[in-house]
């Protein structure tokens, strides 16, 4: 498809419980990039794949957040145990190449975790 | 410590008027910087993508400016309507084997008729 799709669009978990977000990118795209935008401040950079390969993981907070790109299935980013503070919209983004320097991020719409 | 500053903070301007929005950085290594708008409720659509050699670059009625030396961009639009009310976030890339961005907390803006 030509759009970064993400589901669900909103979830809402009890803290302690597990939150599991998907994204499927733009057909075509090699990278995913998954970004935690807080309170509507800037983004944090998480992880970010190459296909299936995680290409980048220096901003996972890897005790409670693990994140897959699995062949023929959409990529997702799972959240064990979450916290109040893991409150916040996370947004995946496509790119056809990332060492290139100027390749657009392509980014979904978003999924809004709520924990209560 | 990679940084990158917008100002201001949010902005309202009259339909029709044109306005500057400011970004400074800190990022190092440089490899190039980016303007995203973000509507309320979606994801960052991409403006315009400069490399360090890049002095300005426009996209319809957005024009961005670079100057690699003080480390400042801006972004200006001109005869703004009402559909540029969003948020406009400047993103610094360090280029390098991460490809990750640095994002600015961005400039609100609202075009008031």
């Known amino acids: 498809g030509e759009e970064v799709a993400q589901t669900p669009k909103h979830l809402v978990r009890g803290e302690g419980q597990k939150a599991k977000l998907y994204c499927a990118p733009i057909?075509?795209?090699?990278?995913v990039f998954w970004y935690q935008q807080v309170l509507k401040n800037e983004f944090k950079f998480l992880i970010s794949?190459?296909?299936?390969?995680?290409?980048?993981e220096t901003g996972m907070p890897k005790e409670r957040f693990s994140a897959k790109c699995l062949p023929n299935s959409p990529c997702s980013l799972e959240i064990q145990a979450t916290k109040l503070e893991d409150s916040a919209v996370y947004f995946c983004?496509?790119?056809?190449?990332?060492?290139?320097?100027?390749?657009?991020?392509?980014f979904g719409p978003g999924t809004r975790l709520t924990v209560l | 410590k990679n940084q990158v500053e917008q100002s201001p903070q949010s902005l309202i301007i009259l339909e029709g008027k044109n306005c500057t929005l400011q970004?400074?950085?800190?990022?190092?290594?440089?490899?190039?910087l980016r303007w995203y708008k973000q509507d309320t409720g979606r994801g960052p659509v991409s403006l315009t993508i400069?490399?360090?050699?890049?002095n300005t670059k426009s996209n319809g009625r957005y024009t961005a400016t670079l100057d690699a030396d003080t480390k400042q961009s801006s972004l200006h639009i001109t005869a703004s309507q009402l559909s540029d009310s969003a948020s406009y976030i400047c993103?610094?890339?360090?280029?390098?084997?991460?490809?990750?961005?640095?994002f600015g907390k961005g400039t609100k803006l609202s075009v008031k008729p």
């Open positions: 983004a496509s790119s056809q190449r990332v060492y290139s320097g100027t390749d657009t991020q392509y």
């Open positions: 400069m490399t360090f050699s890049e």
């Open positions: 970004c400074n950085y800190t990022v190092s290594p440089f490899s190039n």
């Open positions: 794949f190459q296909n299936e390969n995680v290409f980048d």
């Open positions: 993103v610094v890339s360090g280029g390098g084997s991460q490809g990750n961005l640095i």
């Open positions: 057909k075509g795209h090699s990278y």
